[in-house]
């Protein structure tokens, strides 16, 4: 019976068998690995939530204070 890619080895695999496998592959046999073993999305924590959105609220803040600025630099 053959043995299929996606089985659970037997032991524990340590950091430089992953990184020496990882060195060996090709480029577009990594970007296969990588899609295939795809790591979910984090859950964030709400303080983590407001941070994050409180930052993307003064980038497009700032972002207009730059385009206003070029707006009147040009008039």
């Known amino acids: 019976m053959e043995k299929h890619l996606d089985s659970v080895p037997d ?6 068998e ?6 060996a592959l090709e480029p577009d ?3 296969f690995a990588k899609e295939h073993h795809h790591c ?3 859950r964030l924590k709400v303080t983590e939530m ?3 959105w409180a930052l993307r609220i003064y980038l497009v ?9 070029i707006w009147t630099g040009v008039r």
């Open 61 to 69: 803040f700032m972002v207009g204070v730059v385009v206003y600025q």
């Open 29 to 31: 046999q990594l970007i």
């Open 18 to 23: 992953i990184t020496s496998v990882m060195t």
């Open 40 to 42: 979910p999305r984090r």
């Open 50 to 52: 407001i941070l994050f």
């Open 11 to 16: 032991h524990e695999v340590s950091r430089e």
